[in-house]
């Protein structure tokens, strides 16, 4: 997202050098609430995208639909639940139909059925081409969405491997010892 400067190298996408900021997209570990309504949080994120103000509203109108949000779409966005407020940050995310989504532990700290609803939407917009990039410490949600791993260690990349090989064979010690139970540091 451009928050921070590489040290080497550089960072392409596709081939690209970079990739448009319209088409990035970040969801923070505590979503962001506007002081508005869902609706309106939704809608603020179409900002700047040339979409008319009839287009603006009809794409929020999906993204409510497809989180699961819609009748809430009235309702304060700062007064829901964690994970309400989850599913409204990613259906603001959405709603600008970025190529690449880039997730810091979406779930952490919301109940099961929290992180099962905000799974449930990842899992969707990966299945619809977006590109997920998710940062997580918990190994049950790395099985059931990654398709690839990359493991880092004191800010360092020491594995890199589809999510099946990094959980049956990790070529690392420390991605071992991670996959085992033990504190890596």
Known sequence: MGLSVP???KITWGGRDALCPGRLAMLFQRPVMLRRSVASNVIYGLSRT???RDQRIQR?????????LLELAA???RRLSGGEQQRVALARALARQPELLLLDEPTASLDPAATRA????IAMAAQSG?????A?????????????????????LHERASAADFFDRPSTDEAAAFVRGDLVI
């Open 60 to 68: 929020m109108k999906e993204v409510l639909v497809k989180v699961g």
């Open 75 to 77: 309702r304060p966005a």
């Open 7 to 9: 040290t080497q190298g």
């Open 136 to 156: 997580s410490h918990d190994l049950g949600q790395v099985r059931r969405l990654a398709g690839e791993v990359l493991f880092f260690v004191r800010g360092r």
């Open 50 to 52: 040339g979409l008319s």
């Open 118 to 121: 905000v799974e449930e939407i």
């Open 130 to 134: 977006i590109k997920i990039v998710m």
